[in-house]
């Protein structure tokens, strides 16, 4: 088993930044490739980025690249999710996820364990 919990969400204005924090435990949290998911209220949870076990691959969603970068810290059990130039469009429950199978997948059904998730909200 894996815990995952998020921090960091919250609300802020368009065009400014937020860092959200996924902290693990359980077992070895380098073992796991992570993603970082949201999802916006009447809508399906949708993938945002991927980071392998060591960050030798990331992935993002195309309506993120260039604005959120994804990074872990293996000493720390911890993966983070920097959101810079945020729109109201990214408001959303941003969810973090453990990959057991290390491949940093854009899909939801991959991911093994799931976080409580934190709220983004981006006013206009």
């Known amino acids: 088993q894996v815990q995952l919990v998020e921090s960091g969400g919250g609300l802020v204005q368009a065009g400014g930044s937020l860092r959200l924090s996924c902290a693990a435990s359980g077992r070895t949290f380098s073992n796991y490739a992570m993603g970082w998911f949201r999802q916006a209220p009447g809508k399906e949870r949708e993938f945002v980025a991927a980071?392998?076990?060591?960050?030798?691959?990331?992935n993002y969603a195309d309506s993120v690249k260039g604005r959120f970068t994804i990074s872990r810290d293996n000493a720390k059990n911890t993966v983070y999710l920097q959101m810079n130039s945020l729109k109201p469009e990214d408001t959303a429950v941003y969810y973090c996820?453990?990959?057991?199978?290390?491949?940093?997948?854009?899909?939801?059904?991959?991911?093994?364990?799931w976080g409580q998730g934190t709220q983004v909200t981006v006013s206009s």
């Open positions: 980071i392998t076990r060591y960050g030798g691959i990331i």
């Open positions: 996820a453990a990959d057991a199978r290390g491949l940093g997948s854009r899909s939801v059904s991959e991911y093994d364990y």
